[in-house]
């Protein structure tokens, strides 16, 4: 009698404990929104007028559409929207004016704000695949508030979610097909057609995302001998993969393009920016991964009809159990060397101005990759291969500083926990061990392809592997949550809950700056003064330091009318009586270069100069100034430690260089 009466009360006390964490991560999944929405379309780049303008000409007419420009879904999902959103703006409201909390009309606003809506609608897609992943046969309220939670606190993937630009949904679309995949693979769920689709998706969105369409098509060619028993078999199941994904992708292209409808020649014109990624790609990798599919689809039936023979029935699970924990050896070293040496390896010769020349030192056999994206990476080593190793390693060194501590703590316990949960559950590893598998795999692929590719990375571009990490920690983290005690599952959820709450807040508002306590403070700050060095690694800014400066003036600078000379963009949020005025040093490049320019700028009233991490790096002029100035700048953008932009009083300027 006794036990029939505690179960009822054992139960009513679990189903407490989780409703206490569902309303836990619930409250910091409310406030991670909010701060998407803070102090929007206020800090500037270039690449968001650029994409309003595109914006634009699309709602002024449909045909004037490039197709190698990208945005073509954010024309569909965001631009009439936001026309709708803005006339309604316009009404009550004049540029600049103050709407809510830090939030003022720009002619931004409007466009940043219905993509902020856009990007948590596929946010809370990107949750649930990966609980349907977890779970593929029921549904978990808590499991998928502690996936959205983790995932939408991923600093650099709020910041590109903030940014008018075709970032965000791209990369939303690709690690939904690659999820798809995954899910396809592992569950036999959706098919090709619904990864497909979303890889087009990605593409119309944004290019460079052919990428993981070709990966996703490498990746289901190399597994398929794996798991169909023939030759003959494996071949007609790749072909009929293939030709199904090809035709929807294309199918997708057409039927979201309406220019196409008109011109079909068109459709060449989506690829014609593709091989430009590819150029430090030599030809033998293709013959390798061609080689490697040959002898996937020739030795693995040969060894299959060999296999029950040879091998013990316990080797599937000896292999899981070994390459998961290899796993954890390699993530904790890779951890350690993060934390242990943080220099910088990477230079950059084609900034104009610093110590290098390319020619001197491919004179020397010293290796430099091919431009891609206005920048060359070395790492002065005589060996293409070397070269290639240290930048796999710095891409991973800069994700272990840009992803928050408990998510890092996530992704290193994921392969020890799913050992853990395997021992004693079985039925784990049969289940989860291929889904997670691949989730681990794709991103560790595209490092790889990466660093092949010499490409002049920083973790904006890093965000799709980011995310995919994360997602990884999560995956196992659920795991190991549903096979503790339910109040032991419970305090943890509250932990996460209260320590991303305190993430959603860090490195507020732009999040594309913020690093984790394991980046040495001291040694960032002084990249800005290193213009020999690819410093974009770690993020030195884009043009959100202007924001804070420009906070700054209007709150300490009583004197109306006030002039600053900015060194990138204006913050797109102007106070009255501030005026901005453009202080190009581009193509100065000595001495006598940064005098005249000061003296084209004092004739302008100019009152004060930023001068900006990003610009410091790549012009002579602006990092004179810093050498000599740094000490006396009346206010520096500095946010958890960093050093991003420094206001000088233009007096104190003049002073320092005397014409």
């Given at each position: 009698m006794s036990s029939a009466i505690s179960t009822p009360a054992k139960q009513s006390s679990r189903g407490a404990f989780q409703i206490f964490a569902a309303v836990?991560?619930?409250?910091?999944?409310?406030?991670?929104?909010?701060?998407?929405?803070?102090?929007?379309?206020?800090?500037?780049?270039?690449?968001?007028?650029?994409?309003m303008k595109r914006l634009g000409?699309?709602?002024?007419?449909?045909?004037?559409?490039?197709?190698?420009?990208?945005?073509?879904?954010?024309?569909?999902?965001?631009?009439?929207?936001?026309?709708?959103?803005?006339?309604?703006?316009?009404?009550?409201?004049?540029?600049?004016?103050?709407?809510?909390?830090?939030?003022?009309?720009t002619p931004l606003l409007p466009f940043a704000?219905?993509?902020?809506?856009?990007?948590?609608?596929?946010?809370?897609?990107?949750?649930?695949?990966?609980?349907?992943?977890?779970?593929?046969?029921?549904?978990?309220?808590?499991?998928?508030?502690?996936?959205?939670?983790?995932?939408?606190?991923?600093?650099?993937?709020?910041?590109?979610?903030?940014?008018?630009?075709?970032?965000?949904?791209?990369?939303?679309?690709?690690?939904?097909?690659?999820?798809?995949?995954v899910g396809y693979r592992a569950f036999g769920r959706n098919g090709p057609v619904i990864v497909a689709a979303f890889c087009a998706l990605a593409y119309l969105e944004k290019d460079t995302t052919l990428a993981i369409t070709l990966l996703i098509c490498w990746v289901e060619l190399l597994l398929t001998p794996?798991?169909?028993?023939?030759?003959?078999?494996?071949?007609?199941?790749?072909?009929?993969?293939?030709?199904?994904?090809?035709?929807?992708?294309?199918?997708?292209?057409?039927?979201?393009?309406?220019?196409?409808?008109?011109?079909?020649?068109?459709?060449?014109?989506?690829?014609?920016?593709?091989?430009?990624?590819?150029?430090?790609?030599?030809?033998?990798?293709?013959v390798f991964l061609a080689g490697l599919l040959a002898l996937a689809y020739l030795g693995l039936p040969a060894a299959r009809r060999r296999w029950p023979a040879r091998v013990p029935a316990s080797a599937p699970a000896l292999a899981v159990t070994v390459l998961f924990a290899a796993v954890s050896v390699l993530v904790f070293a890779f951890g350690a060397s993060a934390i242990l040496f943080q220099s910088n390896v990477l230079f950059d010769p084609t900034i104009a101005g610093n110590d290098i020349d390319i020619d001197a030192l491919r004179a020397q056999s010293i290796y430099v990759a091919r431009p891609i994206a206005y920048s060359a990476i070395t790492t002065m080593d005589h060996s293409a291969v070397l070269q290639h190793l240290k930048?796999?390693?710095?891409?991973?060194?800069?994700?272990?500083?840009?992803?928050?501590?408990i998510t890092l703590l996530m992704i290193a316990g994921a392969a020890p926990l799913f050992v853990l949960v395997a021992r004693k559950d079985p039925s784990v590893a049969k289940r989860h061990a291929l889904p997670l598998f691949l989730v681990l795999l794709f991103p560790v692929a595209m490092l790889a392809a990466y660093a092949l590719a010499d490409l002049p990375f920083e973790p904006k571009y890093l965000v799709v592997v980011?995310?995919?990490?994360?997602?990884?920690?999560?995956?196992?983290?659920?795991?190991?949550?549903?096979?503790?005690?339910?109040?032991?599952?419970?305090?943890?959820?509250?932990?996460?809950?209260?320590?991303?709450?305190?993430?959603?807040?860090?490195?507020?508002?732009?999040?594309?700056?913020?690093?984790?306590?394991?980046?040495?403070?001291?040694?960032?700050?002084?990249?800005?003064?290193?213009?020999?060095?690819?410093?974009?690694?770690?993020?030195?800014?884009?043009?959100?330091?202007?924001?804070?400066?420009?906070?700054?003036?209007?709150?300490?600078?009583?004197a109306r009318p006030v002039t600053i000379a900015f060194d990138y963009w204006a913050p797109f949020y102007q106070a009255p009586g501030l005026n901005w005025v453009s202080a190009d040093f581009a193509k100065c490049q000595s001495m006598d270069d940064l005098k005249n320019r000061l003296q084209e700028m004092k004739a302008q009233s100019v009152d004060f100069q930023i001068i900006s991490k990003n610009m410091s790096n790549r012009q002579w002029c602006l990092n004179a100034i810093l050498k000599k100035m740094k000490d006396r700048a009346v206010f520096v953008d500095r946010q958890q430690g960093f050093e991003y932009g420094w206001l000088f009083r233009f007096s104190d300027v003049l002073e320092a260089f005397p014409r």
């Amino acid at each position: 009698m006794s036990s029939a009466i505690s179960t009822p009360a054992k139960q009513s006390s679990r189903g407490a404990f989780q409703i206490f964490a569902a309303v836990g991560l619930a409250a910091a999944i409310l406030l991670s929104i909010a701060t998407y929405f803070s102090a929007l379309s206020q800090y500037p780049t270039a690449d968001q007028i650029t994409t309003m303008k595109r914006l634009g000409a699309f709602l002024s007419d449909v045909k004037s559409i490039q197709l190698s420009d990208g945005s073509l879904i954010s024309q569909l999902l965001i631009a009439f929207p936001a026309q709708r959103l803005d006339q309604a703006l316009a009404h009550s409201y004049q540029l600049n004016d103050l709407i809510a909390w830090d939030i003022h009309y720009t002619p931004l606003l409007p466009f940043a704000t219905i993509q902020v809506i856009v990007a948590l609608a596929f946010l809370t897609y990107l949750a649930a695949l990966v609980v349907r992943l977890w779970s593929p046969c029921g549904w978990r309220l808590n499991a998928f508030l502690l996936a959205l939670l983790v995932i939408m606190n991923f600093p650099m993937l709020k910041g590109i979610a903030k940014v008018l630009k075709y970032d965000i949904l791209s990369t939303l679309f690709a690690v939904i097909a690659i999820l798809h995949y995954v899910g396809y693979r592992a569950f036999g769920r959706n098919g090709p057609v619904i990864v497909a689709a979303f890889c087009a998706l990605a593409y119309l969105e944004k290019d460079t995302t052919l990428a993981i369409t070709l990966l996703i098509c490498w990746v289901e060619l190399l597994l398929t001998p794996f798991v169909v028993p023939t030759l003959g078999t494996a071949v007609a199941s790749a072909v009929r993969f293939l030709c199904t994904f090809a035709l929807t992708f294309l199918i997708a292209l057409v039927l979201l393009v309406p220019k196409i409808w008109l011109s079909p020649k068109a459709l060449l014109s989506a690829f014609a920016s593709a091989p430009l990624y590819f150029v430090n790609i030599k030809p033998s990798l293709a013959v390798f991964l061609a080689g490697l599919l040959a002898l996937a689809y020739l030795g693995l039936p040969a060894a299959r009809r060999r296999w029950p023979a040879r091998v013990p029935a316990s080797a599937p699970a000896l292999a899981v159990t070994v390459l998961f924990a290899a796993v954890s050896v390699l993530v904790f070293a890779f951890g350690a060397s993060a934390i242990l040496f943080q220099s910088n390896v990477l230079f950059d010769p084609t900034i104009a101005g610093n110590d290098i020349d390319i020619d001197a030192l491919r004179a020397q056999s010293i290796y430099v990759a091919r431009p891609i994206a206005y920048s060359a990476i070395t790492t002065m080593d005589h060996s293409a291969v070397l070269q290639h190793l240290k930048v796999f390693w710095s891409m991973v060194r800069a994700i272990f500083y840009t992803l928050p501590e408990i998510t890092l703590l996530m992704i290193a316990g994921a392969a020890p926990l799913f050992v853990l949960v395997a021992r004693k559950d079985p039925s784990v590893a049969k289940r989860h061990a291929l889904p997670l598998f691949l989730v681990l795999l794709f991103p560790v692929a595209m490092l790889a392809a990466y660093a092949l590719a010499d490409l002049p990375f920083e973790p904006k571009y890093l965000v799709v592997v980011s995310l995919l990490l994360t997602i990884f920690g999560v995956y196992s983290t659920l795991l190991w949550l549903d096979h503790i005690a339910v109040p032991a599952a419970a305090a943890v959820q509250l932990a996460v809950a209260l320590l991303m709450a305190l993430t959603a807040v860090s490195a507020a508002p732009s999040y594309l700056r913020y690093k984790n306590l394991l980046r040495d403070r001291p040694l960032e700050n002084a990249a800005a003064l290193d213009m020999n060095r690819y410093i974009w690694w770690t993020w030195p800014g884009w043009g959100e330091t202007a924001y804070p400066i420009g906070q700054y003036i209007e709150k300490n600078v009583a004197a109306r009318p006030v002039t600053i000379a900015f060194d990138y963009w204006a913050p797109f949020y102007q106070a009255p009586g501030l005026n901005w005025v453009s202080a190009d040093f581009a193509k100065c490049q000595s001495m006598d270069d940064l005098k005249n320019r000061l003296q084209e700028m004092k004739a302008q009233s100019v009152d004060f100069q930023i001068i900006s991490k990003n610009m410091s790096n790549r012009q002579w002029c602006l990092n004179a100034i810093l050498k000599k100035m740094k000490d006396r700048a009346v206010f520096v953008d500095r946010q958890q430690g960093f050093e991003y932009g420094w206001l000088f009083r233009f007096s104190d300027v003049l002073e320092a260089f005397p014409r």
